[in-house]
């Protein structure tokens, strides 16, 4: 069921989306050759527990999982995108990092992610993020009043295609309000025209992954989370909690 929020709850979901945003600031600000991924977890919780939020992530157990989620974000590094598990590698100088945070604070859900390269980016890297950044801004730039999610959908999966980018429609966009997933869906490519028709008070998380190279194909880890290229190119990930307005999309994870 879809649930549309008022002016108010979504002012509520802005809240939330702060403290992600503020999260993924401070992971960013402590990323630096040498720091461990759980050092970069722990940056999160003290930013989450400091805003008085919990995380949605933590604990999170999806029937695809077989075992609850251990941290409070997701920590991906170079051909993996989505879903890593945040331990004891140590960031070396190059790596592109994916972080994806979430937080829940007041009852109300926020639902971020970025990419980018610890240090100086190896080649290719700046090129893939770009890509995905623009994927996201076509998708949100889609989102208003009236437009369907296909058309959410075809922005991002245009922007892979004239990118050369590797894109796939599992493990999409979502909507979000009480719970971090709640309907509809909102496939990383697909036809324009098509699916829900997008009202104000829609709140979704709209967030494309691609992979350089034109390959979408992934593998899951053994650790049952880790989604990475089954040709190990490198992947990007970015998303943001957007509400669809009567004045056009409002994005709601920015600082």
């Known amino acids: 069921m879809v649930e549309l929020k008022t002016p108010g709850e979504v002012q509520a979901m802005r809240a939330a989306g702060k403290v992600v945003a503020d999260a ?36 999170y157990r999806p029937r695809f999982a077989p075992t609850p989620f251990p941290g409070v974000i997701c920590t991906s590094v170079d051909d993996a995108v989505l879903h890593g598990i945040p331990g004891p590698y140590a960031l070396r100088a190059g790596d592109l990092l994916s972080v994806d ?21 190896r080649p290719g890297h700046a090129e893939l993020v770009a ?10 730039g889609a989102a208003v ?10 922005a991002i999966g245009a922007v892979a295609r004239e990118r050369g980018c590797g894109v796939s429609t599992d493990f999409g966009g979502h909507g979000i ?10 496939p990383n490519d697909g ?4 699916g829900l ?9 709209i967030e494309p992954w691609f992979f ?11 650790d049952g989370w880790t989604l990475r290229s089954a040709h190990g190119l490198p992947g990007a990930h970015e998303e943001h909690t957007v509400a669809v307005t009567e004045d056009g999309p409002v994005v709601l994870t920015l600082p």
């Open 212 to 222: 350089a190279g034109g390959r979408g194909e992934y593998a899951i880890d053994e």
């Open 131 to 140: 890509a995905t950044r623009d994927a996201l801004a076509a998708g949100i």
């Open 191 to 194: 036809r324009a025209g098509r």
């Open 101 to 121: 945070c979430g937080a829940l604070l007041d009852g109300w859900a926020g639902d971020s992610a970025t990419t980018f390269s610890v240090g100086e980016p």
């Open 145 to 154: 009043p009236g437009a369907r999610i296909g058309d959410v959908s075809a």
């Open 24 to 59: 993924l600031a401070a992971v960013r600000a402590a990323a630096a050759p040498g720091v461990r991924l759980d050092e970069l977890d722990a940056v999160a919780r003290e930013v989450i527990a400091a805003a008085g939020a919990t995380s949605p992530f933590l604990g």
């Open 197 to 205: 028709t997008l009202r104000p008070g829609l709140v979704v998380a």
């Open 177 to 186: 309000g009480r719970t971090m997933h709640e309907d509809p869906a909102v």
